[in-house]
């Protein structure tokens, strides 16, 4: 009994001597890091808001959260993972969304990137109060410059996250950040909006063109040619159904989400 109990202890030493790493259970551990437009990330047993505040320090990003799950602790390990991407696994089982700006670069071109981050409890729907992690929700000394001017671009995933933060007073912070969140929001939609429109339009046309071209080439084909381009031209005719019908079905989507944005600025 003693030597099996002396094995046992053994083999627990052996593996803390091989795998020193290795968090027990009750450690806590975090590591994040960003290089350019990908996250890395070692978390174990860390609370939310702690994860998330860590992530608003690395991408500079302003994050939510929501104030019933911001002490649940998480874990996860990615590598080399694109920043949103890299979020929804982090926090997952729980949901987030991020709004994406536009700034112009230390080359002077515009590039896209995120500005705001909210992670919520998808089941709760709109009845969501939401804690500001980073460190402009903190009280301002007077000393830190004001957070530049950002346009906005578009907002991601297809769908309208709880308000943020919740019902608070009229004219409190909480509401006046509600405000300007959803005021981004629905700037973000009308410009993609138009954008998936252009994109739709451009599309359309090219494979229209290619319709009018087997069209003329089929009235003056040989016989033994016509089956060929017949089969070619159903095909064109097929696919042009099909982005119709996706282009149709995307673009109502966004148009949805933008009047739900609408309402609820009112």
């Known amino acids: 009994m003693k030597q099996g109990r002396l094995y046992c202890v053994l083999s627990i030493l052996m ?24 996250l890395t990330a070692e978390i ?3 609370p939310i808001i702690n994860v998330l505040k860590k992530i608003s320090d690395v991408c500079g990003a302003e994050v939510f959260v929501d104030s019933s799950i911001q002490n649940n602790v998480i874990s996860a390990n990615i590598h080399s993972m694109p920043v949103e991407k890299a979020v929804k696994r982090i926090v997952s089982p729980y949901s987030s969304v991020a709004v994406f700006s536009q ?11 995120i500005s705001d981050i909210k992670v919520y409890e998808s089941s709760k729907g709109s009845n969501v109060q939401y804690v500001n992690v980073s460190r402009s929700g903190e009280p301002n000394s007077g000393n830190a410059p004001a957070k530049a ?11 309208v996250p709880p308000p943020v933060p919740g ?8 509401e006046k950040a509600q405000k300007r969140i959803n005021e981004k929001m629905i700037e973000s939609r009308i ?14 046309n090219r494979v229209r063109k290619d319709i009018t071209r087997l069209k003329i080439e089929l009235s003056k084909a040989a016989l ?11 095909a ?19 148009e949805r989400i933008l009047r739900q944005l609408q309402a609820r600025q009112k």
């Not at 230390?106 to 990137?113: D, R, V, Y």
């Open 224 to 234: 033994e040619n016509r089956r060929e381009l017949s089969a070619e031209l159903s």
């Open 149 to 159: 001017n950002k346009s906005q671009v578009y907002q991601s995933p297809f769908r």
């Open 103 to 113: 700034r112009i670069n230390a080359n002077g071109e515009k590039e896209l990137f």
């Open 15 to 38: 593996i803390g001597i091989l795998l020193p790493g290795y968090p027990l259970a009750g450690d806590k551990k975090m590591r994040i890091e960003l290089d350019g437009e990908f």
């Open 167 to 174: 019902v608070h007073a009229k004219g409190s912070y909480a």
């Open 191 to 204: 410009k993609k909006i138009a954008y998936m429109r252009s994109k739709a339009s451009m599309e359309e």
């Open 44 to 46: 174990f047993n860390v």
């Open 236 to 254: 064109k005719t097929r696919e042009l159904y099909s982005l119709q019908k996706r282009n149709i079905t995307r673009i109502q989507n966004e």
